[in-house]
């Protein structure tokens, strides 16, 4: 293990860690995550239920009311991955297929209107560019995606963080009130707090409800050391160490502070614009319904479990039928009813690379239903991923109290064996960067799991710039 300097010290305790974890965080560079034993993909009648009716969304809305509602939106992503090709033009001066379709639809981008006030006459391809992702101009290409301007309207425009709003009121509303919170990066909090600032009484007056908008970021003592390709500490070229954020596994602890009873989770980047969101609004409707009845049942097999009145073999089956967890005989029932509840909507996989809901066996024999990375599976078992129908969640309603109102400490959920290694680079030097237990993956593990399909027209997200005008943005 590395000798740590006072200096390194005083540094690690400063991100709220201290030295036993860093040395700790080292080994796992030098072992490695564990795989993941995937045994099967989840699949509709085998761990995934069908897309549900209206009857879910209809019990939701009959009881919303009685609930603290809050839609939880990651937002710190910025959107440089989504205009990676526009900055190879520039620096390249080789014109690509991603910057040109750019440059032949650019009055079609929502975010035109803005553009064109910073253009100088005669702009050429190159001037559009660099005003659109430099700071000589919009500087998108450090934006938040939150803050870009997403959908275009007849006599207005929308970033992505007004669609939530505006989104929020459709589903996320409860007495009148939406309650909803971004988590965002430090240096960005002030450019949501302008947007918020200028829409939201225009956005109470048009819906008709009251928005009680929160931000978070992440904490720094999530974040994990940064190492050398030989697994020794990164230093920074002043001899510091490098510390890096650690994934969006690490918004489990700003999930933990979110004080609700229903807790909507939604990207940052996949929204739709209002004459396409139909779908989406019934299907987070009717997954809440779900998840409402659900967490009536397990209450009520708790209380019978306490008074000793409980039919045992009924509530097994319900658990090995419904709550993504096969149990033996000698497991105790009120500590696995006594979880907390996420009901996770998924889409079919349509031949895109990714992870997605899999049957698999942990450390001690159990077997569960996981969102599993295909970067957790052995090249033994990779077969089995082709085997996957679906994507990971593209949307969650958690529930996060039990019966007696107290809230979960969702840090006791996580498996920690979960991470991820990949490698990254710092001023052009390599470094190998350590992410924690992804949100819906590893961070809620230990959670009882519902995955139910949703159609593909809930899932519109954002990942490249020309993403924007495809049909589903219009």
């Known amino acids: 293990m590395p000798d740590f300097t006072t200096s390194d010290i005083e540094q690690i305790q400063s991100h709220g860690l201290n030295p036993a974890e860093t040395e700790k965080q080292i080994a796992i560079f030098k072992s490695g995550f564990p795989f993941t034993d995937i045994i099967s993909a989840a699949t509709i009648g085998n761990g995934v239920l069908p897309m549900l009716d209206e009857t879910y969304a209809e019990y939701y809305l009959a009881n919303c009311d009685k609930y603290k509602i809050v839609k939880f939106v990651p937002a710190s992503g910025a959107a440089t991955r989504m205009f990676k090709d526009l900055f190879e033009y520039l620096s390249t001066d080789t014109m690509n297929t991603t910057t040109q379709t750019v440059l032949d639809n650019l009055t079609d981008f929502a975010f035109y209107d803005d553009l064109k006030r910073h253009l100088p006459e005669n702009a050429t391809n190159r001037n559009i560019i660099e005003y659109l992702v430099t700071d000589r101009g919009l500087n998108y290409g450090n934006a938040p995606k939150g803050l870009i301007q997403f959908h275009k309207y007849p006599t207005f425009n929308r970033t992505a963080a007004a669609e939530h709003l505006a989104e929020g009121a459709q589903y996320a509303c409860a007495n009148n009130t939406v309650n909803l919170h971004f988590t965002v990066s430090p240096e960005h909090i002030s450019g949501f707090q302008d947007l918020f600032s200028k829409i939201v009484p225009e956005y109470e007056s048009q819906f008709g409800v009251k928005y009680n908008i929160s931000i978070s970021t992440q904490k720094p003592e999530t974040d994990t050391i940064a190492v050398n390709l030989d697994n020794t500490p990164f230093r920074n070229d002043d001899g510091t160490l490098l510390f890096r954020p650690a994934g969006h596994g690490a918004l489990i602890e700003n999930l933990n502070d979110t004080d609700a009873d229903i807790i909507f989770i939604k990207n940052i980047d996949n929204v739709c614009p209002e004459n396409a969101r139909a779908d989406t609004i019934f299907h987070k ?125 969702l840090r006791k959920f996580i498996d920690e064996t979960t991470g991820f290694i990949s490698e990254k680079s710092k001023n052009g030097r390599p470094l190998r960067a350590m992410e924690r237990p992804g949100l819906w993956n590893g961070a809620m593990a230990k959670w009882n799991t519902i995955f139910v399909e949703t159609p593909l027209s809930t899932f519109t997200p954002v990942k490249v710039i020309t993403d924007l005008i495809k049909p589903s943005h219009k």
Request: with cysteine; hydrophobic share 30%.
């Open 285 to 409: 409707r009717a997954l809440a319904g779900l998840a409402i009845k659900t967490q009536e049942q397990i209450f009520e097999y708790i209380r019978a479990l306490d008074s000793n009145t409980a039919n045992t073999d009924e509530i097994r089956e319900y658990i090995n039928k419904n709550l993504g967890i096969q149990i033996s005989e000698n497991d105790n029932l009120r500590e696995i009813l006594n979880r907390p509840l996420r009901v996770c909507g998924i889409i079919k996989n349509t031949g895109e690379p990714g992870g997605g809901p899999f049957w698999t066996r942990d450390t001690d024999g159990r077997i569960s239903l996981q969102i599993v990375e295909p970067g957790q599976i052995s090249p033994a078992q990779k077969h089995i991923l082709h085997n996957g129908e679906f994507f990971s969640p593209t949307d969650i309603v958690c529930m996060p109290y039990d019966k007696d109102g107290n809230k979960f400490d």
